[in-house]
């Protein structure tokens, strides 16, 4: 996603221990909102057939 560019930049600025607090954070979120979406959906459709 990003150029080789930006990460050697965010390398420089953050610690390789940051950058995987970081990752981790951000693959959380993104199963967070992926979660939230289905049983939202699951929700929508059961209200909807009721």
Not at 11 to 19: A, L
Not at 31 to 41: E, S
């Amino acid at each position: 996603m990003l150029n080789d560019g930006v990460i050697q930049k965010i390398n420089k600025r953050m610690g390789r221990m940051e950058i995987a607090q970081v990752a981790v954070i951000v693959a959380l979120f993104c199963c967070g909102v992926a979660f939230v979406t289905l049983v939202g959906r699951s929700f929508w459709l059961a209200a909807g057939d009721g």
